[in-house]
Structure formats: structure tokens, C-alpha cells
């Protein structure tokens, strides 16, 4: 059976318990060294919080992206962070307990909260809902709040997690004895609904000032479905309520853990819709901690890179040494070069570092490479589908430069085919989109001499007209919406 690793934030967090070596500090994890992270870990997280860029959240990103099954997952915090995520999933839960509300009441008061601990109840009226609830939702600790309503009807009104430091004596019991049971059986994820309709929601803002497609590049995926038998229709932030009415998703906007675009994603999948891109892919490429240790985890090349903890002032020399200067500074979940910067010195280095602390407690400190251009490796279902080279803005060090009150300015372009790209930057570009999944992705990699490192794998990239689609016009759309049919006749044969 593989090894169980427990993460606290602090050891103490564990000092009602037995003493074990299996029981580590989240600073210990996150600098553990990479010969020591075994893939087939699994880790049990109990950091004392789990909000986005908290030491939890970073603790479940980091062991996705060493390849160790995790609980929670990060896709269970995001969807706990926001009630209008898991109350998607709570119509079957709430008819269990109309249920329940005919037989035995909860409370005489309206308003209870239970703790669940890896889904086993302290109420044995709840034993059922609290297994459900650890299917959708697996977290060790889940304090669950019941309300009643006027026609004495008990609902779920509210979900978040529990931290370990908390809990009662009564409770440490309970949770105890259920990690000793759990830690026996096998993590599994819920089953899919199956769908097998052929029309397919483009979800777009009109009004976003950079999307990742323009107004005649949406025309032509649409134009591009229509030849295939599949109806595309645009829709936008206003229709979740409508995806039933589809079958498949496809996200033409920038997307973000934190706004609409997850929780189409995330109701789309619920619904058994083919989704591109998927929540998972949108989870993965938001966050450039997890990337740069899923990276180095799996030998791909990458500029030499630090994680700089909130908590640990030391990580500054240790990075300055390692790196020298200049060196490049990035927030986690920056995007189109936002919350990027070049330091170029030490005074700058901690001015910037404290600026961007105060929005995430890890940051990463890579080398600075300068290059002329980027390449971009469009990259679909494991096959690379266009070649882009993205030249810097005219004295500056970016792509993008972003110049206050909105004002954004970008340099040139060169499209190519694939195979007129060097083969190893495409192989590499492959290797790194293959690690996030099968969905469409593009890859950002630098290349210097022989060198060749990737930078970052974006999901829902740029497919722009007269740009990406340069060189294979209106066919790239055409392959984009080929796959879309295959997922959606595999999805047909599958329900069958």
C-alpha cells in the first residue's frame, strides 16, 4: 500500500495524537527534496486553512503536481470556497433529507451544525447524507450547517471545512477513528452522467478587452460547426441555467478559478457535457507554482526557478543567490503578463516581493531569460496543431506591456507550420501540455541557442483570425471542432 504523508502547518496541530514520522510541517513539504517525492504518496492535508493562495491551498497544488493523490483535491477547495459551486450539487442530498425530515428532526431550534469526518457521522439519521456529501465533496473534516425551512423541510445550508486545531475532545476521538478506518480503503472519485445531443455552448464576453478569440475567429469555429452537424451557439455569463440545453462547452474566455468561467466548466461536467477546457486543465494552468513543480517533477525543461514563502524571509537570499539578478518575480495566478516583474537588484527585489505578498503567500523567483520572442505550441488532444512566434514589445521585456488605464501594448508575430518549428521545442511543448491533460493548450517555451525551456501551459489559448490561424485558416478551426465530434460521438456510443 503506498505511504500516507500527513501535513500540518504547524506539528503541534498534531499533539493529541500519536507521534508518527508520517506526520510533516507544510514547510517541510514544500522544500522537501525532489528525490524524496515518491508518486504514489498519499497525502492527507490539514493545513488550518484551505482559502485560495493559503499554505492549504498551495499544499494540495504542490502534491497534484508531484503526481500524489491528495484529500482534499483542489478542485474540492475551489468548489467548498463558493456555495454557488456546491449548490449545484445539492439536489440529491436535499431529497435525502426530505426524507429525513418525515422520520426524525435534526434539531428543535432550525439551525444545526454537524462535523463530518471522511465521511462518517456523529448523527446516525445522517450516516447517508454524510457519505454523499464525502463523494462530492472528499474532505477530511466538513462542518455542514442544516436549516429548516417553513414547511419543516431540513436543507443543507451551508458547506466549508474544518481545521484540525479546532476541534474538540469529543471530536479529536471521532476524527481519529475514522482516519484509522479510512486510511484502509480506496479514494475514489463520483461518477459521470452521460449525455448525447450534438449542439454545443461557446461561452464568450463581447465586452472582454483581451479574450482568447476575436469576433471573426468566433464566426469561424461557428462556421466550422456548422459543417460538421454541430450547432454552436454563443452564450454568455447569464446563462449557466441553460446548459442542459447542450451538450458540449467550449470556453472562449479568459478563464479563472475565481470568476463565472470555473463554474460553467464545473456545471457543464456535472451535466456530462464534453467541456473544453475542462475544470481540472483551468485549475492546473491558473497557478504557475503547481506548474513550475510539476515541470521539474517530470524532467521537463524549465527556466531555473525558487518558491518564495511568505513565511520563511530566508527564501529572498537563498533565491538571489541561486538565481542572480536580474531575476523575474511572478504572482501564482498572474496572466497576459500581468503580475510579472523583473527585479534587478536586492532593494527591488524586496520591495516587489512585499507588494506581492499581500495578495499570495508563496511567489516564484525564476532566472531571467531574455529572448527576442516566445514560442507558442498550440497543442490538442496530445497533438500540436499550430506554431506561433510571439515577439517582445519594441524596448521592453514582454509580450505584453501593460501601461496603466488599460492601455495594453504587444509586439509582433510569426506563424509557421508545426514542422517548420524546431522539433525540440515542439516535443517539449507535447511532453508539458500531456502532464495537464487531453483538453486544447498552449504551451510557452523560450528557446536560446540549443536551450530550450518551457515557460508556461496555458489553458483556453489565443485562436485569434489572421494570428494562430495564419497558416492552416480556416482548418484549425475545423480540427478544433473535429475533436469536439469525436468526444461527443464517444460520449453517443458510451450512453448506449
Not at 2 to 10: F, K
Not at 91 to 115: H, R
Not at 407 to 417: I, L, N
Request: proline share 4%.
Amino acid at each position: 500500500m503506498a505511504d500516507l504523508l500527513i501535513v500540518v502547518d504547524r506539528l503541534k496541530d498534531w499533539k493529541s495524537y500519536y507521534p508518527t514520522d508520517n506526520v510533516v510541517s507544510f514547510q517541510d513539504y514544500l522544500t522537501q527534496p525532489e528525490g524524496s517525492r515518491l508518486t504514489g504518496t498519499r497525502v492527507l492535508n490539514l493545513c488550518r486553512k484551505y482559502q485560495y493562495l493559503s499554505n492549504g491551498y498551495y499544499c494540495s497544488l504542490l502534491a497534484e503536481a508531484r503526481g500524489q493523490k491528495v484529500l482534499p483535491s483542489v478542485r474540492t477547495l475551489n468548489d467548498l470556497g463558493k456555495k454557488a459551486i456546491y449548490s449545484l450539487q445539492m439536489d440529491d442530498l436535499n431529497a435525502t433529507l426530505k426524507k429525513l425530515s418525515q422520520t426524525a428532526p435534526l434539531s428543535e431550534s432550525g439551525k444545526v451544525e454537524v462535523v463530518f469526518f471522511f465521511g462518517q457521522s456523529p448523527v446516525e439519521t445522517l450516516a447517508s447524507v454524510a457519505r454523499q456529501l464525502f463523494e462530492q465533496f472528499p474532505c477530511p473534516i466538513l462542518r455542514v450547517t442544516f436549516q429548516q425551512d417553513t414547511a419543516s423541510t431540513w436543507h443543507i445550508h451551508s458547506l466549508k471545512s474544518g481545521a484540525l486545531h479546532q476541534l474538540t475532545e469529543a471530536e479529536e476521538d471521532a476524527f481519529a477513528a475514522a482516519l484509522d478506518q479510512f486510511s484502509r480503503k480506496v479514494w475514489r472519485k463520483p461518477r459521470s452522467r452521460r449525455s448525447a445531443r450534438y449542439d454545443l455552448a461557446m461561452l464568450v464576453d463581447p465586452n472582454e478587452a483581451m479574450p482568447p478569440s476575436d469576433k471573426v475567429a468566433l464566426k469561424k469555429f461557428v462556421a466550422a460547426g456548422k459543417r460538421l452537424g454541430i450547432d454552436v451557439e454563443m452564450i454568455g455569463k447569464a446563462d449557466l441555467g441553460r446548459l442542459a440545453e447542450f451538450d458540449g462547452l467550449f470556453i472562449r474566455e479568459t478563464t479563472g478559478i475565481d470568476n463565472h468561467t470555473y463554474r460553467f466548466a464545473k456545471k457543464a461536467e456535472s451535466e456530462g457535457m464534453v467541456v473544453m477546457d475542462d475544470a481540472e486543465s483551468i485549475l492546473k494552468c491558473t497557478n504557475k507554482v503547481y506548474l513550475a513543480d510539476l515541470l521539474a517533477t517530470n524532467k521537463v525543461p524549465a527556466p531555473a526557478t525558487r518558491i518564495i514563502s511568505r513565511d520563511r524571509p530566508e527564501d529572498l537570499a537563498a533565491a538571489a543567490e541561486a538565481l542572480g539578478y536580474p531575476l523575474v518575480l511572478k504572482i501564482p495566478d498572474g496572466s497576459f503578463s500581468r503580475g510579472v516583474v523583473k527585479v534587478a537588484d536586492a532593494e527591488a527585489f524586496q520591495a516587489q516581493t512585499e507588494l506581492l505578498f499581500k495578495r499570495s503567500s508563496l511567489l516564484l523567483a525564476q532566472e531571467f531569460m531574455y529572448t527576442d520572442y516566445d514560442w507558442r505550441i498550440g497543442v490538442l488532444d496530445g497533438k500540436p496543431i499550430f506554431a506561433c512566434q510571439y515577439f517582445m514589445t519594441k524596448g521592453h521585456w514582454q509580450i505584453y506591456n501593460h501601461q496603466g488605464a488599460g492601455k495594453v501594448e504587444s509586439g509582433g508575430f510569426r506563424t509557421m507550420a508545426v514542422h517548420e518549428a524546431p522539433q525540440k521545442v515542439v516535443k517539449a511543448a507535447v511532453k508539458a501540455a500531456s502532464l495537464i491533460g487531453n483538453s486544447l493548450y498552449g504551451v510557452d517555451l523560450k528557446q536560446s541557442g540549443d536551450k530550450v525551456v518551457v515557460i508556461e501551459v496555458n489553458d483556453n489559448p489565443n485562436v485569434d483570425s489572421a494570428v494562430e490561424d495564419k497558416y492552416l485558416g480556416d482548418g484549425l478551426y475545423t480540427l478544433i471542432m473535429e475533436e469536439f465530434l469525436r468526444r461527443l460521438e464517444r460520449k453517443r456510443v458510451g450512453a448506449k
